[in-house]
């Protein structure tokens, strides 16, 4: 009988951070030289629950949509990043720009993250959505 996984994994990765891969498919990449260059890249979304990120241009997947008329959704074969396991990745030390472990640490009464180094780990920009509401007032 398979369990359920219950609660979230402490992950200390957020959106807008910057990862490098330390394993998987995307630490072997090769660049035109044919040296190892492993993947770095920006997080786009977070899971906590199964413990995934999805890092912006990396572990791109096809998926094959089929189109559907009534909705006007387009068919075709859409390119996407697929979900990555939190341990194949490692923040980016801000000073040395090598992969780095984070622990937080409170500095003026506030939570913040630091790296090994000890450099401060500023917070990635939070996306503010730009729709505005439809209101009946504006009519």
């Known amino acids: 009988m398979k369990t359920v996984k219950k609660g ?8 807008g951070d910057q990862v490098v891969f330390i394993s998987g498919r995307e630490y072997s990449r090769y660049d035109s030289n044919g040296k190892r260059s492993p993947f770095r890249g920006t997080v786009i979304a977070v899971d906590q629950i199964n413990g995934k990120v999805k890092v912006e ?6 998926r094959h949509r ?10 075709g ?3 996407q990043e697929a979900w990555v396991d939190v341990s194949n ?17 409170v500095q003026d009464g506030k939570k913040v993250r630091v790296a090994k180094s000890g450099k ?19 009519s």
């Open 89 to 105: 990745v490692a923040h980016i030390d801000p000073e040395t720009g090598k992969p780095t472990r984070i622990k937080y640490d």
């Open 57 to 62: 241009g990396a572990m791109i997947m096809k």
């Open 66 to 75: 089929k189109p559907v008329p009534q909705m006007n959704v387009e068919g």
């Open 120 to 138: 401060l780990i500023p917070e990635p920009e939070r996306r503010v959505n730009t729709k505005k509401k439809n209101t009946e007032d504006e």
């Open 8 to 15: 979230t994994i402490r992950s200390k990765l957020k959106r």
């Open 77 to 79: 074969i859409i390119e």
